[in-house]
């Protein structure tokens, strides 16, 4: 069965540091891996996605992610976090496209100033 | 992107009484959206995927019985939580599926049953 780890409940960085949320997933074949956003009060919103391709894939926001077969991972990064980035941001594997996303638990991540 | 606008926001009921979760895509027709279901610090787990004028197609564990999903029509999806017990509290998320282009998500409805 499909399945995905985020091993980062929470995450706490300073404005203007470097931020790196990892994602773990179970796969048989090559997944649909994808990042999405939360904030409060808000649906959850699509930062990127990785459906085939150039294994380095850009987002919106500056976020950017990493799909490493060999480590089955699909870590998020961004070289300089803004305050506004504060929120929850979840990892997603499906076998078709956007049709039955499994999540990962989340990762929260606060901002420093 | 596309509009997904879920209602209400929050609702504390009565054990025992049913509640109603709305789903509704404003700006496209959606013939396919998904119901979540969010436990704190856990994933968000899916528990059916609705189908325009069909049977909603529940994930296994899921009790169809409880959960009742109706769509109606290409706009509106409903979940309705019957006879709803304190353990059925939770963050309930639906998503709208635009072609297989890409999915848009409603900002939640928490239920709390007291």
């Known amino acids: 069965a499909q399945s995905v780890t985020q091993p980062d409940i929470h995450i706490t960085v300073s404005e203007g540091a470097s931020l790196e949320l990892r994602c773990n997933y179970s796969?048989?074949?090559?997944?649909?891996l994808f990042w999405y956003v939360q904030s409060p009060g808000q649906g959850l919103q699509l930062l990127l996605k990785?459906?085939?391709?150039?294994?380095l894939v850009q987002g919106i926001k500056g976020f950017e992610a990493e799909f490493k077969r060999s480590q089955s991972s699909f870590n998020l990064r961004k070289p300089s976090v803004h305050w506004s980035d504060a929120a929850e941001y979840f990892c997603?594997?499906?076998?078709?496209?956007?049709?039955?996303?499994?999540f990962g638990a989340g990762t929260r991540l606060a901002v420093h100033p | 992107g596309a509009v997904v606008s879920q209602h209400p926001s929050r609702v504390i009921c009565k054990s025992g009484t049913s509640v109603k979760i709305e789903c509704r895509s404003l700006d496209f027709q959606a013939t396919t959206m998904f119901w979540y279901r969010q436990f704190p610090k856990k994933s968000l787990m899916l528990m059916a995927t609705s189908n325009e004028g069909s049977k909603a197609t529940y994930e296994q564990g899921v009790e169809k019985d409880k959960f009742l999903i109706n769509h109606a029509s290409l706009t509106l999806s409903t979940l309705t939580v019957t006879s709803a017990h304190p353990e059925d509290s939770s963050f309930y998320i639906c998503s709208v599926l635009t072609g297989n282009t890409e999915a848009f998500f409603g900002q939640g409805t928490r239920l709390t049953v007291v």
């Open positions: 997603a594997v499906s076998r078709d496209g956007y049709n039955k996303l499994i």
């Open positions: 796969y048989g074949a090559t997944p649909y």
């Open positions: 990785y459906f085939s391709g150039d294994t």
